[in-house]
C-alpha cells in the first residue's frame, strides 16, 4: 500500500459525458501528478501540481482539466469523453516539487471504460 | 519533445536465467527512475539514477546510467517467479525548474517459465 488513494476504483460511462476522478496523496506530500496509462502509449504524463499551484504540464487534452484543493487532494476532469479516452488513470505523489531526488508514489488507479 | 525508448517489449525467460532491459532516451536527462508495476498492480518506484556513469546494486538487481547520460539498463541476476511484472523506465529532461513529470519508456514484460 503506497499511502496514495484514488477513487472510484472503476468507471464505466459513455461517450460525450464528463467524468471526475479523485486522488488523496499520501499524508504530508505536496505534489501530484496525474498519468493515463493505455495498452498502445504506455503510461504518459498529464499534469502536476504541487500545493494547490499547476507545476508542469504534459500530454493533457484540453478536454481534461486538473485541480488540487487546499487538502491536497486532486481531482482530474475529463469531459466530451471518447472511446480513445479508456485507460487506467494513475495518481502519483511526492513530498516535493521537483522530480529529482525524489521517488514518486503511486495510487491503485482508476479504470475508466468509455463505451 | 522528449523520448524514452526502451527494448525488448517483451522478454520470456527460464527461471534462474538472467535478464536485461535497456532504456534509451533522446535527450540527455538530468535522472533516471527504474520502477516495476506486477500484473493488475500500480508502478512500484525501484530506484533512481542521477550521475554519469552511475550503477547501483540491489540484491540481484544491477542499474546502470550511461556515460552521457541518455541511457540506462536494468539486468536482473538468476531471475525468480517474484520478478514477474513490467519494469519501466522514466527519464526527466535537463529543463529548467526540475519540475517537469517523468518521461515513461513503454515498458518491458518479464514472462518466467518455471
Known amino acids: 500500500d503506497s499511502g496514495v488513494t484514488q477513487t472510484p476504483k472503476h468507471l464505466i460511462t459513455a461517450t460525450g459525458q464528463r467524468v471526475t476522478l479523485r486522488c488523496s496523496p499520501r499524508s504530508g506530500d505536496l505534489s501530484v501528478y496525474w498519468y493515463q496509462q493505455s495498452l498502445d502509449q504506455g503510461l504518459q504524463f498529464l499534469i502536476q501540481?504541487?500545493?494547490?499551484?499547476?507545476?508542469a504540464k504534459g500530454n493533457i487534452l484540453e478536454r481534461f482539466s486538473a485541480q488540487q484543493f487546499p487538502d491536497l487532494h486532486s481531482e482530474l476532469n475529463l469531459s466530451s469523453l471518447e472511446l480513445g479516452d479508456s485507460a487506467l488513470y494513475f495518481c502519483?505523489?511526492?513530498?516535493?516539487?521537483?522530480?529529482?531526488?525524489?521517488?514518486?508514489?503511486f495510487g491503485p488507479g482508476t479504470r475508466l471504460t468509455v463505451l | 519533445g522528449q523520448q524514452v525508448m526502451q527494448i525488448p517489449q517483451y522478454q520470456h525467460v527460464q527461471e534462474g536465467e538472467d535478464f536485461t532491459t535497456y532504456c534509451n532516451s533522446s535527450t540527455t536527462l538530468s535522472n533516471i527512475q527504474w520502477y516495476k508495476q506486477r500484473p493488475g498492480g500500480h508502478p512500484v518506484f525501484l530506484i533512481q539514477?542521477?550521475?554519469?556513469?552511475e550503477v547501483k546494486k540491489q540484491k540481484r538487481l544491477t542499474f546502470q546510467f550511461g556515460e552521457a547520460k541518455k541511457n540506462s539498463s536494468l539486468h536482473i541476476t538468476a531471475t525468480q517467479t517474484t520478478d514477474v511484472g513490467t519494469y519501466f523506465c522514466?527519464?526527466?529532461?535537463?529543463?529548467?525548474?526540475?519540475?517537469?513529470?517523468?518521461?515513461f519508456g513503454k515498458g518491458t514484460h518479464l514472462i518466467i517459465q518455471p
Open positions: 502519483a505523489s511526492s513530498a516535493v516539487a521537483r522530480v529529482n531526488y525524489n521517488e514518486q508514489f
Open positions: 522514466a527519464g526527466q529532461g535537463v529543463s529548467g525548474g526540475g519540475a517537469d513529470g517523468l518521461t
Open positions: 539514477l542521477v550521475k554519469s556513469g
Open positions: 501540481y504541487y500545493n494547490g499551484e499547476e507545476r
